[in-house]
């Protein structure tokens, strides 16, 4: 049942229950106002909805007044503007002249007739403090025409309900209790407020570009490289609701174990939490929820009928495999060669067992062939040609970086001069690496931390890192580095080695020290050598942990770029050679394995497309409805500590088995630290206010 009703004489139906300011927006109708917003009841504070309406006295506002059958209203008569303007004057005539640009005030302001209004305009302005000093948001009173929106949005749909209006008549504010800050009323920094101002008087501290707004507001999500749903597995955690938590994880990613222990964690950095003192930890959050799995998710997976197209990956590693598991999703045929006698990659040879477990490793590859990938290891390809003459139709190339780079030093050539990937993958694979005595590890990355743990486990009695910049600028996980020097391991920053003289039973590294420079492309000081500063350093072994090469045959007929890596098409992910794709370390140079995983994704998606599909990869498992707007208040919120995983104790990790260092949340730390996350998407789920229509 609709209702029929005439608005400035042009008949519109509406629905029972709406407004007539609802009704007529609906049907494209504008009727200036400010304080009405499609997420909250009707406030009629700023009256400049006004309208007449035939058979009814006075002039009603139409943001409260439902429509009724064969009503007839008029919006644009000449005594309505003039009240408008005056009505707008009176908002105005409290406001600083300088009101920001492009908000719904000002938009309202020159639709309603600007001119008129400022031939009067008294601007008296009421010199209130701006207030900055506050996590995410700033408050300028000087801006706020008592709307309501905010008080509204905090008090009836989130229930937060630290805002509320102070004092009375002119001294009216809107105010937090006793105008304390945000904080002391444990605001819950939801950014609705913000979000429903029309003036500008709430704000984001944040200068937000309309365009980059789902970055800003929800980072997490944004800066995740494979665009893992992170405010929403969150709060599912927070809820106790642990496999639809993982099986959101598992729409975007097939390792959420691995990346729940080992993964780099862009998200974290970037938290908005981190505002309010720490981050959320968003890592460990997965790995609890990663450990709960009960294969939940295993019966939602939707494999598309067989399309009868082969697809050959080359390199099991994260990029590989990940594409290998969307591809298999698309329905195509995919077999993995593997060079290595394991799958993982780096995960496999690259991370010490302390850190992933193989049993968690090869579990998540398991699942890769329950879905029907075929995995051969021990197989090195050296030639496409083959594949394609047995009727593969695509190739994706996912080598990664396997092998290490060397200083080219003097006296490097010496068999004691050895890099961190040989070691970790020798360790890796059950070798004994001898690395007794005394160890020096040069570099500042992951790899550099993990061989030095490693060597510290391999039985080395002493462990040094050289390293040519200071803490600052390593580019390992802080947590590696914090649990380096925990396990012992000697830092020497702003150190460099320049030559290696052999002696009978050590090898005498001859290093110089370094002092910061300019930055460089990186972004980093760059390191300079300090003249005469040489020492010498004697110890039994060197590791150079200093970067990554790559190994592409010559006989896959593919371009490389001068760095010896394998460029490709944005778009097509393609590589110089047709139906020959690539992704991760071996396309962009070393980098972590969730971009790794990313690269795998965008593979995938790249060559269903070419063989014919939509490229569609994602996979929705889980139920979306944990977006309750109403978050509620909560005691003690914004003071919450992030919760810490904890590790072994030190003197545990030396054990043969190298048991894992990190430990897991228990449960009531689970839900502690889950339910810090701000909620952050909620916001992006609020409506828009309407807007005036352009001028012509
Ligand atoms: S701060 Fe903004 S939303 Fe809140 S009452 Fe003032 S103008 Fe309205
Ligand atoms: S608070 Fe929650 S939603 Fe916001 S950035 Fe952090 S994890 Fe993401």
Redo the contacts with the bound molecule.
Sequence with gaps: MSIKLTIDGQKIQAKPGQTVLEAALQAGIYIPNLCFHPDLPPLATCRLCVVKIEGMRGLPVSCATEVRDDMVVDTRDEELLTLRQRLMWLILSELPKDMPEKTQLKKVVEYVGVDEILKNFAYKGRELPILQDEPLFERDMNLCILCGRCVAMCQNVREVGVLNYSDRGYMSLVSTAFGDTYTDTQCKFCGACVEVCPTGAMKEKKLINPDDKGEVL????ATCPAGID??RY??LAAAGRYQDSLEVIRETVPFPHALGLICDHP??E?????ELGS??A?RDIKRFVAERDNGSWKTKLDITADTAKKVAVIGGGPAGMSAAWFLRLKGHQVKVFEAQPNCGGMMFSGIPRYRLPLDVLNGEIKEIENIGVEIEMNSKVEDLDPLFAEGYNAVFLGLGAPIGSTMKIPGDEDARVTDGIYILKGVSHGHDMKLGGKIAVVGGGNVAMDVARTALRQGANEVDIIYRRTRNEMPADPEEIEESYNEGIKFNYLVNPVKITPADDHIVVTCIRMELGEPDDSGRRRPVPVEGSEFDFNVNMLVVAIGQDYIIPDKFGVDLDRWGSLPIDNETRMTSRDAVFAGGDVATGPQSVIKAIEAGRLGAMAIDRYLGGDGNIYQSFANKDIDDPAIGYSEAFTGKERAHRGTIPVEERFKPAWPQVDLVFDDVTLTCEAE??????LRLQINEAPMPPEAE
């Design positions: 929800v980072p997490c999500r992170i405010p969150v709060q998200c974290e970037v938290c908005r939490r981190e981050s959320v968003i810090r996350c701000l909620k952050c998407q």
